[in-house]
Nanobody
Framework: QVQLVESGGGLVQPGGSLILSCAAS????????MDWYRQAPGKQRELVAL???????YYADSVKGRFTISRDNAKNTVYLQMNSLKPEDTAVYYC???????????WGHGTQINVSS
């Protein structure tokens, strides 16, 4: 059974930092492309960052220079370091795995981030 479990969400003041973790089980993690998405109230879910099995990374323009995605294949975990947080970063953040063998997509249940003073 595949599980993606996000953790690290919460309330933070503008300018603060948080680190999200997503622990994966039931997949071949080292070759999976791992993504972080977010969905704010009333908005569509959007891609925030991704890291491929080969450690290539991509960031949405809105988070470039502030967020860093990384992975630890020994722990089957992907991280999202979020710095200089802004109120507009408030959203539910989801972890997503794209596996290659077999070709599947899996989602976590999400973790809430609130950036507010």
């Amino acid at each position: 059974q595949v599980q993606l479990v996000e953790s690290g969400g919460g309330l933070v003041q503008p300018g603060g930092s948080l680190i999200l973790s997503c622990a994966a089980s039931g997949i071949i993690f080292s070759s999976a492309d791992m993504d972080w998405y977010r969905q704010a109230p009333g908005k569509q879910r959007e891609l925030v960052a991704l890291i491929t099995g080969g450690d290539d990374t991509y960031y949405a323009d809105s988070v470039k220079g502030r967020f860093t995605i990384s992975r630890d294949n020994a722990k089957n975990t992907v991280y999202l370091q979020m710095n200089s947080l802004k109120p507009e970063d408030t959203a539910v953040y989801y972890c997503k795995a794209d596996t290659w063998s077999p070709r599947r997509v899996y989602w976590g249940h999400g973790t809430q981030i609130n950036v507010s003073s």
